[in-house]
């Protein structure tokens, strides 16, 4: 009996291993596509052209080169978001967890002293960013009681306000590997 079973586990061992690297390749691409919030108005991911609702065709950066643009970049839990009736965007609240760059120009914001690298007074800070907004208008929607990494601006140094280099790129979903992607580009 083992060996009439012995050519048929050759043949199936090969098939399911395949079944399985195939499935793992597509779950290792879908978690790819929806670790950046604003990758979801098109398939496809990071590069290309994106298209919204209101026809904006923006290319895609990657986030390094978002990072690299942006005044402010920090990860932080978003402790409240301010929507209003008949508001495209609003604002949302962020416990900082980290700075990674602008630290000087969020402890200004904040009034508070900078201390080395203006990262340690800075943790444990509550901050306001506005204009963030539903997808179908090339923004970054938010949910509560969630970590992103936030790509900012401040042109009048008094606000944080959401840095879109391309549609929905103002917010990444705060993981490991993006943090890493983060470091590596400043």
Known sequence: ?????????????PALLLVLWAGVGEAQ???????DVGSRGKKGGGMGVGACKNGDHQPRLSLSARVQRAQ???????????????????????????????????AKLLKVDGGY??????????????????REDCLSPLEE????I???????????????DHPGGAAVQWSKENEEEVWRSL
């Open 150 to 164: 936030i790509l900012a601006t401040s042109k009048s140094g008094r606000k944080l306000r959401a840095h879109y």
């Open 117 to 134: 690298g203006g990262v340690y007074n800075l943790r444990d800070k509550r901050v306001n960013v506005t204009n963030f907004g539903p």
């Open 1 to 13: 009996m083992r060996a009439r079973l012995q050519p048929l586990l050759l043949l199936l061992v």
């Open 29 to 35: 691409r879908s978690h790819t596509q929806e670790q």
């Open 72 to 106: 402010v970049v920090f990860y932080g839990f978003v402790t409240r978001v301010y929507k209003k009736k008949n508001k495209t965007t609003y604002p949302a609240e962020f416990f900082i967890v980290n700075v990674f760059k602008g630290a000087d120009l969020v």
């Open 145 to 148: 009681q969630r970590t992103f």
